[in-house]
């Protein structure tokens, strides 16, 4: 399995997990993102919509989110692309958890 069908898994995987609690029109972007490789943009609009939801499902690893967002790597400033500031709020918002 190559790198990029690893993340593609990993960020569906999340995103299964977290289906059940989001509207359509959440549920068409995040998977029109997964269609197109853009692992990196579903994943900040999972993120999103954890922070809508103000709290992270129970049948969610928060340490695997981590290290999922660490892989694609948003830790990287100019991999952030629709949340400004992203990795400060997302580790933010998982230790409020």
Excluded: C
Excluded at 9 to 36: A, Q
Excluded at 65 to 72: I, N, V, Y
Excluded at 85 to 94: G, H, N, P, R, V
Aim: glycine share 2%; no cysteine; hydrophobic share 40%.
């Amino acid at each position: 399995m190559s790198n990029i069908e690893e993340l593609n898994n990993r960020v569906k995987g999340l995103f299964n997990k977290i289906k059940p609690f989001l509207d359509t029109e959440s549920k068409d972007s995040i998977s029109n993102y997964l269609t197109h490789f853009e692992f990196e943009m579903a994943f900040e609009a999972i993120f999103i919509e954890l922070k809508n939801l103000d709290y992270v499902p129970n049948n969610t690893d928060k340490k695997a989110m981590f290290q999922l967002g660490l892989d694609l790597p948003l830790n990287k400033i100019d991999n952030q692309v629709l949340v400004n500031d992203f990795w400060t709020s997302f580790i933010e918002f998982l230790e409020a958890e």
